[in-house]
């Protein structure tokens, strides 16, 4: 019996297993990463929102006083298991549920929702408790993940039941805790409305807010006319005033809608300014952001 040498190995078999190109994820799980929206607009009691700051201050970064911004906000006919749906002089605040530990220990630990809106939040909760027994709610951006080390800036020491007003945490003059001005033996469907809200458990499971209607749409109510494709409209050259103020003039843009768009706009719920202009060959739309500052785009027309 002869033996003859080894043959040499197999390159390709010899390869081990983690050389081997991992297999890509499945398209479904790809498309459900991009697709994904980064929140809901959705209806919820303001009294259901936690702060995340332990104190706030008594102004806006623009300066404009909290309790003159709580006059300005005006209570709208109700919708679903709402009485009344706030309408506030500033955009909706953003909300996210997520766990919380009390650190006062008056509360067992659990899962909210809050927002880093605080001041925003402060005015909602009181032009709420202001209408209580009523069931109040406000539109909000229910978000479904939370931006990398948000929860560090969260400092509440109450989970976010309580905020304190002051220029700063040694000079506070007030502090705020809805649950201590209205009446507990009052408003019971009220009560069982804030811990629903409270309690549920996800975006998908707060009660939807209606879609506002379009830019085109709010032009076409203006002009008096009923909506039509986007090819029709702009084929027009009706150029009656759409109700916005000061009419513009762009060469390169059909008339009727840069007449139409240009000038001071308010969204559908109100609770946003526009201001549409020209710029060049541009239509420019300007916003304020919530904190002092403006937000500009370009409106493209096709």
């Known amino acids: 019996l ?32 991009v697709e994904m929206p980064l929140y809901e607009e959705k209806f919820i009691s303001p009294l259901a929102v936690r702060f995340t700051q332990d104190h706030i201050r008594p102004v806006f970064q623009n300066g404009t006083d909290l309790n003159r911004t709580i006059r300005e906000i005006k209570a709208t006919p109700g ?8 309408e506030a ?12 530990r009390d650190a006062s220990g008056e509360e067992a630990d659990g899962r909210h929702w809050f927002t880093f809106d605080n001041r925003r939040l402060y005015c909602l909760q009181r032009a709420a408790a202001a209408l209580w027994p009523k069931k109040v709610g406000a539109i909000v951006q229910a978000l479904y993940a939370a931006s990398d080390g948000c929860q560090r800036k969260d400092n509440s020491t109450t989970a976010g039941r309580a905020v304190g007003i002051g220029h700063s945490p040694k000079l506070l003059t007030d502090r705020w805790d809805w649950r201590e001005v209205v009446a507990a033996g009052d408003g019971a469907s009220a009560w069982e409305l804030v811990q629903r809200d409270d309690q ?25 006319e009923k909506p039509r494709s986007f090819s029709e409209a702009v084929s027009t050259t009706d150029e009656r005033s759409s109700g916005s103020e000061g009419p513009c003039d762009d060469a390169d843009t059909p008339a009727a809608v840069v007449g139409g768009l240009c000038g001071q706009w308010r969204s559908a719920r109100k609770s946003q300014g526009y201001e549409v202009r020209a710029e060049g060959q541009k239509l420019v739309c300007v916003s304020p952001d919530g904190r002092g500052g403006q937000r500009r785009g370009v409106l493209l027309v096709d």
Do not use: N
Request: proline share 18%; glycine share 8%.
């Open 2 to 33: 002869g033996f003859g040498s080894a043959s040499p190995p197999d390159p390709l078999a010899s390869t081990p297993p983690h050389h081997h190109r991992p297999a890509s994820p499945p398209a479904r799980c790809r498309l459900l990463a």
């Open 200 to 224: 549920l458990p996800g975006v998908a499971d707060l009660p939807d807010a209606p879609v506002p209607p379009s830019m085109l749409e709010l032009l076409l109510q203006g002009l008096g």
């Open 79 to 86: 919708s679903g298991d709402y009485d009344v749906i706030l």
């Open 89 to 100: 002089p500033f955009e909706a605040i953003e909300i996210i549920r997520w766990h919380k």
